[in-house]
């Protein structure tokens, strides 16, 4: 009887169990009561942090808007406000700069759409640090954001840059990224590689540089010989006010030396992350032209380190090239030719890394290679790979860079243009 009368009551049981359901459902997965409308959002494309006086900052916000595909753009994207300039406010902190920055801005200063971070020279070479904390706390801030540093200040940098070909700000930083790895002139950056340099031992960090360039807005370049690869002082007319070229070195938080954009080549070839890149060397039969080279990855470097007093470091460093250009018009095509020239280029490019890998494991004490990997396997524990004194053993080291460069092609004409007679 019991077992008839439930099943008498079930359809009704059925039902208000039903409404209870979709009734209730709602209150749980409901989370909508506290959104932000795109157009009640302030997004930040690019943060500029520069030291100011009495330990603040000053951090500058360009900002950028979204685009609505409907409304004539069919690409969409971000685009930066029209006719709006940056905005710098003075904080402890950058967290606090976004507070303050809330008493004159109309919407919610928001990050998840930052693309790019630059910080100043001067706040650069007291450490960095302190305002590391807020971008790997906050989760707006992605850690895979490029950082860079500015020859300067960050906010002249910023209030500068004028893209020549990206309209979306949002797509600037990439297209830097990109074209820097495949020219190798500058580094890429992210916050997590500053980060990693920070706390990995025996580890350092390098970001590219940028810098006002002292030529563009100018009508004519100086007479005086010389060719400069340094972000400010390349040689040009026209363009992006904005030079990207060399790095910053960093020793832990604190930036201690500069790299040249050609410098930076030759780090790449010491790191052994050289895919496609071009080359400019002297001809070994006339110094005063040049020998164009395009690398190809053939080997990453391979380092030996003998942990004796003194530390003795070798580096032998594969690349297979084709020669784009003999300015000179030699012919390097026969066997014993290409021999020569394979040694003598040899001899240029161990004497330039060498020097470079002196001035950073000696003279700085950093490490951005880094070498300090091929010592890890004669360490039994972490532990005791982490405690050995690896900075101060690098004051006397002996350093020995070869190059061993294989010239696999000659372009697509392999003899050089004949004059007539």
Partial sequence: MRLMSWLHKWPRLTKWAAVGWICGVP???????????????AFVSVLGVDAAPGNLIDCTFRIAQPINPSGGDSKGGMEPL??????????????????????????????????????????????????????TRYREFRRTVPVSVAVGQAKDVID???????????????GVALVSQRTGVAPVC????????????????????YSL?????????????????????VERLGGNPVDWMGAAVFRGDKLVDTLTGEDCIYLRLLQGGVHHATLNLSDPEDPSRDIGLELHKERPAEYRVSL????????????????????????????????????????????RMQSLL????????????????????????????????????LQNARINVRADIHVRRFGVQTEPVQQRA
């Avoid at 209150?27 to 959002?41: A, H, I, N, S, T």
């Avoid at 606090?96 to 100043?120: D, K, N, P, Q, Y």
């Avoid at 009508?219 to 400010?232: M, N, R």
């Avoid at 530390?311 to 250009?325: E, F, L, Q, R």
Wanted: glycine share 6%.
């Fill in 82 to 135: 029209a006719g709006k300039e940056p905005v710098t406010v003075r904080a402890r902190s950058i967290s606090e700069a976004m507070v303050i920055a809330g008493g004159s801005i109309e919407r919610t200063v928001t990050f998840s759409h930052l693309s790019l971070i630059v910080f100043g020279s001067d706040l650069a070479k007291k450490g960095i640090q302190p305002y590391i904390e807020p971008l």
């Fill in 160 to 174: 500068a840059f004028q893209p020549m070909l990206d309209t979306a700000i949002t797509r600037i930083a990439d």
């Fill in 308 to 351: 004796t007093n003194p530390v003795k470091i070798t580096a032998s460093v594969p690349m297979d090239v084709d020669v784009i250009n003999i300015s000179s018009s030699r012919n390097y095509v026969d066997p014993t030719a290409r021999a020569h020239l394979e040694k003598e280029l040899d001899q240029q490019v161990s004497t």
């Fill in 190 to 209: 992210r916050i997590q590689n500053l980060i990693d340099g920070m706390e990995n031992p025996h580890e350092d960090a390098i970001a590219p540089l």
């Fill in 27 to 41: 209150m749980f997965v409901g989370g909508c009561y506290d959104r932000q409308e795109l157009e009640q959002q």
């Fill in 213 to 233: 360039n002292q030529y563009v807005k100018g009508s004519s370049l100086p007479d005086k010989p010389g060719l400069s690869y340094e972000a400010g002082t």
């Fill in 358 to 393: 002196k001035r950073l494991l000696v003279a700085d004490q950093t490490d951005v290679v880094p070498v300090s990997k091929a010592i890890r396997g004669q360490f039994s524990t972490y532990q005791q790979f982490a405690a050995f004194p690896w900075e101060e053993r």
